[in-house]
């Protein structure tokens, strides 16, 4: 019989390296994803992939709108599925939202987590007219947004997808995304917007002790350069690599300069004949 978390999360475990290398998709995404980047650490790490409540192929039954009222209800669960299944040595690598859930992880847990991979992080996508800080959007937007995907949520999946995979090189990238949002229960995805584009987590940053890489594309509209920037600063000791491309998504558009970078972080990494 199947361990329970592994029904919920739809968890899947490649590799049996002395490390541990968690994935952990964005909005609207899952486990999927990170096809192109994973094969390359098989031989070194334990691969670890799910899905998050209420996306992919996880059970939707597990779902509880008050749990996952914020992030902290995600993070609960990679704490639990970790400790369940008794990770040693992990690293989190996490993809927009998921990004600041591995962080918010790390500070619940420094003893678990050894290390972070942020893959185009935003803590907050609102623009602070007071403070300076620039989040990609102004309130308006947001609020019209999520106005629009509680109308018309096919509709918003396939304007919105374009724009977050960045180039239109990619074509196959955004009707794949634009699916993957179109599978996802149409309410929880809605909740799980609000939760994501309103949130507001930059005071945590500063309370992220593990070493941390950054990876941060030039031209991304969902989570601009300044956004990148700005946690860079944050957290103490963070590595900020800025990617040579567009878009949401480096991990789809370019998997290669993403290994690659990952693997600078990752020292007991070995290169693998490509």
């Known amino acids: 019989m199947k361990h329970p978390l592994v029904r919920r999360n739809n968890i899947n475990i490649i590799g049996d ?21 994973t094969p390359a650490f098989q031989q ?7 899905d998050l409540v209420g996306c992919g192929k996880s059970d939707e039954r597990a779902f509880n709108p008050e749990k996952y009222s914020c992030l902290n209800g995600y993070v609960a669960d990679i704490i639990e599925i970790c400790d369940a299944f008794k990770f040693e040595n992990i690293t989190l690598v996490g993809h ?9 992880a790390s500070i619940q847990r420094p003893d678990l987590f050894n290390k ?22 102004n309130q308006h937007d947001i609020v019209d947004m999520l106005c629009t995907l509680q109308n018309n949520y096919l509709g918003w999946s396939s304007a919105i997808a374009p724009v977050i995979i960045g180039d239109s090189n990619y074509t196959e990238f955004s009707k794949e995304l634009a699916n993957s949002f179109c599978r ?3 309410e929880i995805a809605k909740h799980f917007a609000e939760v994501t ?31 990148g920037i700005y946690v860079h600063e944050q957290i103490k000791g963070s590595i900020l690599k800025i990617l040579d491309t567009s878009g949401h998504c480096p991990h789809l558009t370019i998997p290669e300069a993403t290994i690659d970078a990952m693997a ?6 070995t290169f693998i004949d490509k």
Not at 44 to 50: A, M, S, T
Not at 264 to 269: C, E, N, Q
């Open 96 to 104: 927009s939202v998921s990004a600041i859930i591995a962080g918010l």
């Open 116 to 137: 972070l991979i942020m893959v185009c992080p935003s803590p907050r996508y609102v623009n602070e007219e007071e403070s300076g800080y620039i989040g990609g959007f």
């Open 184 to 186: 996802n229960n149409p």
């Open 197 to 227: 584009f309103t949130g507001d987590n930059r005071s945590d940053l500063k309370n992220i002790l593990v070493p941390t890489l950054i990876l941060q594309t030039k031209h991304d509209v969902i989570a601009p350069v300044e956004v």
């Open 44 to 50: 070194n790490f334990k691969i670890v992939l799910l």
């Open 17 to 37: 390296g002395p490390e541990t290398l968690v994935f952990i998709h964005g909005y609207g995404c899952d486990q999927n994803m990170w096809r192109f980047v």
């Open 264 to 269: 600078g972080f990752l020292p007991t990494y």
